[in-house]
Each structure stands twice: as structure tokens, then as C-alpha cells.
């Protein structure tokens, strides 16, 4: 038998091994440079939980009735809180936020006043997403 020659092998091995490493390279720049594009300081992290932690909800009452939710809720926090979103049953739904002389307050809970959050779809839990993307869940 005539003996067999590996360099065919060894050479596919090497290029396989090159393929590899630069596959795995070009995926590692990929996500360290996405990384670093979405990264926050420290202090910009301690800043957003601080406003965070000034968003304080009581929960008054709430109640459902078919397809509508109503609660009524205080802000008890150091800052008036900005609505961005409403979900209930983690889908959009309209709502309106009302005082208690049924002025509308267009996306704001006002702090120390008591204000009734109406929705016109039924579930059993209501988020709401604030501008400092925290989310406050409400059991129904």
C-alpha cells in the first residue's frame, strides 16, 4: 500500500480553523460596537433611577365593569408623572385621565391629586409605561 499524504487534510483543517476565527471576530466587533453605541454613563443610569424611584402610585380603587376599566389613583411621588403608554393586558388600549371635576389631564398624573383613569377595554392588569420608562402594574 502506498502511504497516504495528509497536506490536503491539514490545509482544509487550517482554512477551516481560519474560517472560524474570523467568523467568530467579525461577530465579536459586531456586538462590542453595538454595545458600546447603547451604553449610558453611571450617572446617566443613576439619574434615570432616581426619576424612577420619585414616581410613586397609590392605588384608591378600581373597578370593571364589561369593557371598561376605572381606577382612581394618587401620586404620591416628588414629580408629576408623564404618561407615554397605557397597556392593558400588555396591548395598547385608549384611555382618559380625568380629575375629579372631569378635566381632562392629557397624559399627566399630578401629584397629591387624586385623578380616575379610565379605559374602554376589559383584562386583568393595566400597565402604564412613564417617560422615564417605568412601568407601573395594576392588578384588577
Same mark, same amino acid.
Given at each position: 500500500m502506498a502511504k497516504r499524504r495528509a497536506v490536503s487534510e491539514v490545509i482544509a483543517a487550517?482554512?477551516?480553523i481560519a474560517v472560524v476565527a474570523t467568523a467568530s471576530f467579525l461577530a465579536m466587533s459586531g456586538a462590542s460596537k453595538k454595545t458600546t453605541e447603547t451604553q449610558h454613563s =453611571?450617572?446617566? %443610569?443613576?439619574?434615570l433611577k432616581g426619576r424612577q424611584v420619585q414616581e410613586l402610585l397609590s392605588i384608591i380603587s378600581k373597578k370593571s365593569v364589561g369593557n371598561t376599566i376605572t381606577i382612581e389613583l394618587l401620586n404620591y411621588g416628588l414629580k408629576d408623572i408623564i404618561i407615554t403608554d397605557v397597556l392593558v393586558d400588555g396591548t395598547g388600549a385608549p384611555y382618559t385621565?380625568?380629575?375629579?371635576?372631569? =378635566?381632562?389631564? %392629557?397624559?399627566k398624573i399630578i401629584r397629591n391629586k387624586i385623578l380616575t383613569l379610565q379605559l374602554?377595554?376589559?383584562?386583568?392588569?393595566?400597565?402604564i409605561i412613564t417617560d422615564t420608562k417605568n412601568m407601573l402594574k395594576i392588578t384588577i
Open positions: 487550517t482554512l477551516l =453611571v450617572a446617566d %443610569a443613576l439619574e385621565l380625568v380629575d375629579s371635576s372631569g =378635566v381632562n389631564q %392629557a397624559g374602554q377595554k376589559g383584562g386583568q392588569t393595566v400597565q
